[in-house]
C-alpha cells in the first residue's frame, strides 16, 4: 500500500485543516487506518485511528472532541478533520495502515502497521 498524506499547513489557533490521506496498491477496505503526529523533538504519537471491522474509531485524548476520522473506500482515501487547533497541534502528521484488525486499546501502537505515508506539516500559530 502506498500512502499519500497531505492537506497540512498554516493555521491560526481555534482554526480548522482537513487532512486526507489516498491510498493506492490496495483496497483501503481491507485496512485499519491510523492517524500519528510527530512534534519536533518528540516521539511520534498516536492521533486517531478507525478499524477495518466494524468502523468504529479511537482518539488519543488530547484530541477526542476536536478531532474526527472518516473513510470512504469507494474513493480510497481516509480524512482528518481537525477542529480547535491548538499551538501544540503543530506536528508533521502521518498516515498508516494495517491488515489486521487490531483492539482499539492496540490502535495506537506504531508497530502494529505495516504503511506509512509520507507526512504532511500541520503548524497552529498562536
Known amino acids: 500500500v502506498q500512502l499519500q498524506a497531505f492537506g497540512g499547513g498554516l493555521v491560526q489557533a481555534g482554526g480548522s485543516l482537513r487532512l486526507s490521506c489516498a491510498a493506492s496498491?490496495?483496497?483501503?477496505?481491507?485496512?485499519?487506518m491510523g492517524w500519528f503526529r510527530q512534534a519536533p523533538g518528540k516521539e511520534r504519537e498516536f492521533v486517531g485511528g478507525?478499524?477495518?471491522?466494524?468502523?468504529?474509531?479511537h482518539y488519543a485524548g488530547s484530541v477526542n472532541g476536536r478531532f474526527t476520522i472518516s473513510r470512504d473506500d469507494s474513493k480510497n482515501t481516509v480524512w482528518l478533520q481537525m477542529n480547535s487547533l491548538k499551538p501544540e497541534d503543530t506536528a508533521v502528521y502521518y498516515c498508516?495502515?494495517?491488515?489486521?484488525?487490531?483492539?482499539?486499546?492496540?490502535?495506537?501502537?506504531?508497530?502494529?502497521?505495516?504503511?506509512w505515508g509520507q507526512g504532511t506539516l500541520v503548524t497552529v500559530s498562536s
Open positions: 478507525i478499524r477495518r471491522m466494524p468502523r468504529v474509531t
Open positions: 496498491g490496495r483496497a483501503i477496505i481491507t485496512t485499519t
Open positions: 498508516a495502515a494495517t491488515p489486521i484488525n487490531p483492539a482499539l486499546s492496540a490502535l495506537g501502537k506504531t508497530m502494529n502497521y505495516d504503511y
